[in-house]
């Protein structure tokens, strides 16, 4: 691995005009220009691309990168070749070549010409591209996005477990692996998967300091994602869901609204997500409204909010999709709308997995549950989740979640604590939080019974209060260091050394009480007000529609509800229908309704729409 090139900070102004590294970029660069298996967990935003893509420059022969996502590499291959005069510098193997397409990419990476060759997986996999690449220098292997190697990890990808005995094929060279959300746990998993046991490990901080954490109970989610849309006009935005239809209808109601944006999800051809991105990254529209297939390696710098209308099945997810905002360094806005009714939504979409996997999901579920329920700094509830502690009070970014800035109310909670990790040690430490809690408050379940639940000396000890209390005392027992989740055995509590001092020696603790979104009815209904179905309504034109239909009325002798109702005229001002067939995709308007009533309210509107220039969803 001979160097062709000058010192890592020389390479760094001379290909990419920057004159200092981000964190600990410079010594992940110089374990790979030193031939070592490396190991890099970096936050989003953090820099990680540079950590290849330097050294590769600097080095005899092809670096292969290893990329999940068709999109990335597209972005990145753009990205480089604008630091660089020949175009070749950089291609992307994958299959939206063509066969002469991918002949022309083997012939410049033959040639010596290609610094950087990014491939797919799947890619990697043909037995023709690996007997290709066996015939190049390869410098070294980076496995970028490297958490899809773990079943642990929220983006599972099987192909990736078969990397490793791939790249022994080709050559003996070095690996980087790279990661932006990584757990103790499927930090273990990549270094044992890729055997890197023994690599340097370069983790930086999870904390991204300049995002405010936002946690919202799922009511009138729509108005006010509207809202926030319309007072941030010109700022870019992204807003998750994990259904195409609920993406279809925000994006309709946001446009209607008058917000630049469009839809992007699998439904929609490869050319027209290319397309989607292009504007969104060109800004030509500033919101788009998505499933989670959208932003995985999309480098746009100045997203300024992140909004998940429906909570993601795990805190890697969550953390990944926040981490999109605010790459620039610049304010980053996440908020989550939250309810029970979407876990136990989520919790229905794993019946029928294997067991294993059923399992898995559902811990991931319930640090999810947690994170959102929390009223303790989320900032720090994150870090821990990812095995860093953090100083809630002075610590970058203290402040800067809802729960730091709007504290709830705080309580002695000694003697809670006490009874907790009691009932932990009585149970042998072999059990999960739910059973923790059924014992108790005395309640009666399959485990419980089967456990000898009920023999139990704390049993019934905490009457008087709900499961969703002791949960919270949990949950803020672990995150303070006296309890651990047993990852391995799907969430079983077990007492850290601190736990066991605590026991013999028990001092004050504070607690926070716990947020509640049990009364919160999500439905699948978009907005639960007057405002109807959808988002908010055209002022001007529904005060138009209300008055027609009182003319009509009244010259029908008829109460005004018979003509439509206002939950019609509400949908009416919000999505505008010109013609007969839309106007029977409006809540309570019938065929027979809408050729007694309909043509003078869709005569109206269209008039409205054309003297005002309105772009319908529609149209």
């Known amino acids: 691995m001979s160097l062709i090139d000058d010192s890592p900070k020389e390479a760094l102004q001379k290909y990419f005009g920057f ?46 990168v290893v990329s999940p996502l068709i999109a990335l590499m597209k972005n990145q291959v753009d990205a480089l070749r604008g630091n660089h005069e020949d175009p070749s510098i950089t291609h992307y193997l994958n299959s939206s070549l063509n066969k002469a397409e991918a002949e022309n990419v083997k012939l410049d990476v033959s040639s010596g010409r290609t610094k950087i060759l990014y491939v797919a997986p799947e890619t990697l996999t043909k037995e023709t591209n690996i007997e290709f690449l066996k015939s190049v220098k390869i410098s070294f292997v980076a496995v970028d996005e490297a958490h899809c190697i773990s079943e642990w990890g929220h983006d599972f990808r099987p192909e990736y477990r078969r990397i490793r005995p791939i790249i022994k094929q080709i050559a003996d060279v070095p690996i980087i692996a790279l990661t932006a959300t990584a757990t103790p746990k499927v930090q273990q998993d990549i270094q044992k998967n890729l055997q890197m046991v023994n690599s340097t ?116 997810s969550y953390y990944q999709e ?14 989550a709308f939250y309810s029970h009714k979407d876990i136990e939504k989520l919790e229905k979409f794993l019946q029928g997995k294997p067991l294993a996997e059923q399992e898995i999901g559902s811990q991931l ?45 705080q309580y002695e909670g000694k003697d809670e604590i006490l009874m907790i990790l009691g009932a932990v040690k009585e149970h042998k430490e072999d059990h999960k ?27 019934n000890k905490g009457k008087g209060k709900t499961d969703r209390y002791w949960n919270g005392v949990i949950r803020q027992s672990l995150v303070l260091g006296y309890l651990k989740k047993e990852i391995e055995k799907y969430g079983v509590l077990t007492l850290t050394e601190k736990g066991k001092t605590f026991l013999e020696n028990p001092v004050s603790v504070m607690l926070a009480e716990e947020r509640d979104y049990r009364d919160v009815d999500t439905g699948d209904k978009m907005v639960q007000t007057r405002r109807g179905q959808g988002g908010v309504a055209d002022d001007t034109l529904r005060k138009m529609l209300v008055t027609l239909r009182k003319d009509i009325a009244d010259q029908k002798s008829l109460p005004p509800y018979v003509i439509f109702q206002d939950i019609s005229l509400d949908e009416m001002a919000i999505h505008y229908p010109i013609k007969e067939e839309e106007l029977l995709r409006i809540s309570g308007v019938g065929t027979g309704k809408a050729k007694k009533f309909g043509a003078m309210f869709l005569a109206l509107i269209a008039k409205y729409v054309d003297e005002n220039k309105i772009e319908r969803a529609d149209d």
Request: aromatic content about 8%; overall charge neutral.
């Open 19 to 64: 004159k200092e590294f981000k964190g600990e970029q410079e010594i992940a660069i110089q374990s790979i220009l030193e031939g070592k298996d490396t190991f890099v967990i970096m936050p989003t935003g953090g820099g990680k691309s540079m950590c290849y893509q330097l050294p590769a420059l600097m080095l005899d022969g092809v670096a292969l």
């Open 201 to 316: 490990l370069i983790k930086s901080s999870f904390n991204r300091e300049n995002l405010y954490y936002e946690v919202k109970p799922k009511k009138d989610a729509l108005k006010q994602i509207v809202q926030h849309c319309i007072s941030n006009k010109g700022r870019s935005g992204i807003i998750y869901c994990l259904s195409r239809k609920k993406v279809d209808q925000i994006a309709e109601t946001l446009s209607v609204n008058g917000v630049k944006v469009l839809p992007y999800h699998a439904g929609k051809d490869t050319k027209t997500r290319s397309r989607i991105q292009d504007a969104f990254l060109m800004q030509d529209v500033d919101v788009i409204v998505a499933t989670i297939a959208f932003g995985m390696g999309i480098d746009k710098p100045d997203v300024r909010y992140v909004i998940h209308y429906d909570i993601p099945k795990s805190l890697e």
């Open 365 to 409: 579920l319930q640090e999810v549950m947690s994170y959102a329920e929390t009223s303790i700094s989320r900032r720090k509830f994150l870090l821990h989740y990812f095995g860093e502690e953090f100083d809630e009070i002075n610590g970058p970014g203290a402040k800067n979640c809802d729960n730091s800035r709007y504290p709830k109310p």
């Open 322 to 335: 926040t981490g999109r905002a605010g790459r620039d360094g610049g304010d980053g806005h996440c908020i």
């Open 433 to 459: 939080m739910q059973f923790i809690s059924a014992v108790l408050i005395g309640e009666s379940n399959r485990e419980v019974d089967d456990y000898n639940g009920k023999n139990s000396s704390f049993w």
